[in-house]
């Protein structure tokens, strides 16, 4: 802690779940250790260990989560090894513009088998065991020369692209493969463009991972690509196809490379569910691409939320964890069974409906939902256990949260002042549709709403968007209301927007727009 010999002796009592963002809670100056509340719920673990490598999941569901722990997992197992690549380090859309001005044609296909083979090189040469032989000296003076272009930062990659182009020192590598492979190597200059590499950088990583070395250490190595979102729409082809050949060039790396070689070794995607959903549509391999190779991440359990015990749900077991985590770092005696009432005041339920179903019919079903719902409880303003007007208060706050999270989903499908209107047709769509047990209004006047808001030739595409969102649900004529982020898992019969339906906002948006905002 930065500060810490600096603070005040009558610092206010606050419980402090975690933070929204998941990358915050791996730092030595985190408030909480990701290592000390990440549950693997989803068996991630199981299923990436073999072909799957695509992890789906709504933003804010826990994909980065997942890297996250891996990536601790790694700095304290000697035999497991992790980097992340994110986008908003390494942006092809810059790099194939900067490749433009000086004269080099880059693909998106080059660039991610360079990403991900320099990036194994780099583990594997300074992991431990191979540290302490010399042989593997060559592969760490590549990596160290060329670190620029492999540990890509946007301001060093200008200066370098200025003053190299695209071309990389390539001396190291030619000794090495010259040492060690006995292969022809093509290029007698000090210097080749990245991409002209890639057939040796792939020898290399065969032969070294291959190593008895390897063997003996049973040692494991994770690639992980993050934070696709940032610079995506679906409005700029480029960004799209980007996605795209990411995720092929994984599949074939991951297949052909490391799979056929039997290395322990693999790239990971991390992808929002509503990118999958566009891109499965848009292209030919896209749709089998997803269905052999993801797994998914969904928090709702129908059979357990409607009959089963409550303490039996994921979502449920995450936030007790981060409760108990919390109130023991702030030396508070929890004598409940269930750390939620250590939470939440009993009095809160009902016969119909638990405090923590209350809550949790407000959100998303999503972890990052209930650590904003609880963020304002590390301003030590409230008491515990919280009472109906502190949960009342919460949920009017966290409304606002999520609205900000949800505009900031939808930017990569929507221009700003769409995004308003749409707001302003919720608004709409809200008013109209009343409250109680009659709530809901017509398919048909949903449309219209849309229509006169949005101006779209399409209204029906929007609240069938709106609706996969979560944004609103629907009502059979004689039914419950159903809303896509409780769609239980599996279902044979998935659930969609119908014309005969009734329509109603999430409660928080609900909230949201009733306000004086869209009043």
């Not at 020369?145 to 001396?171: A, P, T």
């Not at 709106?466 to 599996?490: H, N, Q, V, W």
Request: glycine fraction near 4%.
């Amino acid at each position: 802690m930065v500060f810490k010999g600096f603070l005040s002796g009558n610092k206010r009592q606050s419980i402090y779940l975690g933070a929204p963002e998941a990358e915050a809670e791996t730092s030595s100056q985190s408030r909480v250790n990701l290592m000390d509340v990440y549950e693997d719920y989803h068996n991630l673990m199981e299923q990436l260990s073999y072909e799957k490598f695509i992890i789906i999941g709504r933003k804010g569901s826990g994909k980065s989560a997942f890297a996250e722990y891996v990536y601790l997992l790694a700095q304290e197992n000697p035999n497991l090894f992790c980097e992340f690549i994110r986008k908003d380090k390494v942006s092809l859309e810059h790099l194939v513009h900067l490749g433009d001005e000086a004269g080099y044609t880059i693909k998106g296909e080059q660039l991610f088998k360079w990403l991900i083979y320099t990036n194994i090189i780099k583990l594997f040469a300074f992991n431990e065991a191979a540290m302490e032989s010399k042989e593997y000296e060559l592969l760490r003076q590549f990596v160290k020369k060329n670190s620029g272009f492999i540990d890509i930062d946007k301001n060093q990659v200008n200066e370098l692209v200025r003053k190299h182009g695209f071309e990389v020192n390539v001396e190291p590598l030619r000794r090495f493969i010259k040492s060690k492979l006995s292969g022809l190597f093509e290029f007698k200059e000090s210097r080749a463009p990245f991409y002209k590499l890639l057939p040796h950088l792939e020898e290399v990583i065969v032969k070294v991972l291959k190593s008895r070395i390897e063997k003996d250490n049973t040692n494991s190595y994770a690639i992980f690509f993050d934070d696709l979102d940032i610079g995506f729409n679906i409005n700029n082809q480029e960004t799209v196809d980007n996605v795209v050949e990411l995720i092929r060039t994984c599949k074939s790396i991951n297949n052909e490379i490391f799979g056929k070689n039997n290395i322990q070794a693999k790239a990971y995607v991390l992808i929002r569910d509503d990118f999958e959903k566009f891109i499965s549509s848009k292209y030919a391999d896209t749709a089998k691409i997803f269905s052999s190779y993801s797994a998914f991440i969904r928090w709702y359990q129908d059979e357990i939320y409607r009959n089963g015990e409550e303490s039996d749900l994921n979502i449920k077991k995450f936030i007790n964890k981060r409760i108990r985590n919390a109130l023991e770092n702030q030396a508070v005696v929890c004598n409940e069974e269930d750390p939620w009432y250590c939470l939440v005041d009993k009095t809160n339920d009902n016969t119909n409906k638990s405090s923590f179903k209350h809550l949790l019919d407000h959100t998303l079903y999503r972890p990052r939902d209930l650590l904003l719902m609880f963020s304002p409880l590390e301003n030590g303003t409230y008491p515990l256990p919280l009472g109906r007007n502190e949960l009342k208060s919460l949920i009017e706050q966290y409304s606002e949260n999520l609205v900000k999270e949800l505009k900031n989903e939808l930017s990569s499908f929507y221009t700003e002042s769409e995004i308003e209107q749409l707001f302003v047709a919720l608004a709409e769509i809200s008013k109209e549709s009343g409250f109680g047990d009659d709530a809901g209004l017509d398919y048909e006047r949903a449309k219209e709403i849309i229509q006169d808001c949005i101006k779209t030739d399409n209204p029906s595409k929007i609240l069938d968007d709106l609706f996969d969102r979560s944004m609103i649900g629907a009502k059979e004529p004689s039914g419950p209301y159903k809303y896509k982020c409780r769609e239980p898992i599996g279902s044979a019969a998935q659930y969609r927007l119908r014309y005969q339906y009734k329509i109603l906002l999430q409660y928080a948006i609900r909230d949201y727009v009733s306000g004086r905002r869209y009043a």
